[in-house]
């Protein structure tokens, strides 16, 4: 993990207005690639480049409307950096499950890079199973919001899972699912390989992935590329006001019917 003291984070934010693209200069190369020494390690990546709505990820807890449910969500932006924050692609992505794009009764869905769990738990509202995942320091955080956001009778459609990705993939099966979803989750050029191998063993011919981003570098055009080598992908949704685009991808040669 890459941790910033509050202190002086706050003071790069006062000081210096255009905070992402310095870090992201000081986590590359020249070449731009990560850096070395933060192999292995989340990247801090703040939302936008005036740094004002970092502030928010201070908030211990946000509050939520979906499904007619109140979602409160917790965050710990100090100790987990950006696995504990709700992110604005988070919300787009719920907001367009929840208006009924695809019909999730049912679906067995799977969420990568989960964070604090708002995804998932919005799509279990929707009536799917979704077994919902991160890395394993993530994991306990997850699950308090989970619990503490979902009715006793819907609980058990959500799984909490640890999941690496490139790692460890027998764990999940070829063809369970039939959603998976993201939402930023493509940020660290590092992570994209992985990433992309993770996307090809979940997805079987009948899966439809969903992944919510916003894009800020080339870098992030790559990944997409590199998914489109792979599978089908074209943009389905746009939110001019948060920035956030999403992308609805499925094998090749795959009839788009879910």
Not at 38 to 54: F, N
Not at 58 to 83: E, R
Not at 155 to 181: R, Y
Not at 229 to 237: C, I, K, L, Q
């Amino acid at each position: 993990m890459v941790f910033f003291a509050h202190s002086i984070l706050h003071q790069f934010l006062q000081v210096f207005p255009g905070f992402f693209d310095a870090v992201s200069s000081f986590l590359t190369t020249t070449e731009g690639k990560p850096s070395p020494w933060i192999k292995d390690k989340m990247a801090l990546v703040p939302y936008d480049a005036e740094g004002l709505g970092i502030q928010k990820f201070y908030k211990p807890l946000t509050t939520y409307k979906f499904v007619n449910h109140t979602i409160q969500i917790k965050q710990d932006w100090k100790q987990l950096g950006v696995a504990a924050v709700v992110w604005d692609a988070a919300i787009v992505l719920c907001t367009y499950l929840e208006m009924g794009a695809l019909n999730l009764q049912g679906c067995s869905a799977v969420e990568l890079g989960a964070g604090t769990g708002l995804v998932g738990i919005v799509a279990a509202l929707l009536g799917a199973h979704v077994t919902i995942t991160d890395r394993k320091i993530a994991l306990d955080f997850l699950k308090s919001n989970v619990q503490a956001n979902l009715p006793q009778d819907i609980q058990p459609k959500a799984v909490v899972k640890e999941l690496t990705w490139g790692q460890n993939l027998g764990n999940f099966s070829s063809d369970k699912f039939d959603l998976i979803l993201g939402a930023d989750i493509i940020y660290l050029e590092e992570t994209f390989a992985d990433l992309l191998q993770t996307l090809e063993h979940l997805c079987s011919d009948h899966s439809v992935i969903l992944l919510s981003c916003r894009i800020r570098y080339e870098r992030d055009q790559n990944f997409l590329k590199m998914l489109g080598n792979h599978f089908t992908v074209h943009e389905v949704h746009y939110d001019l006001e948060k920035d956030v685009h999403i992308y609805k991808a499925h094998r090749r040669n795959h009839k788009d019917d879910l």
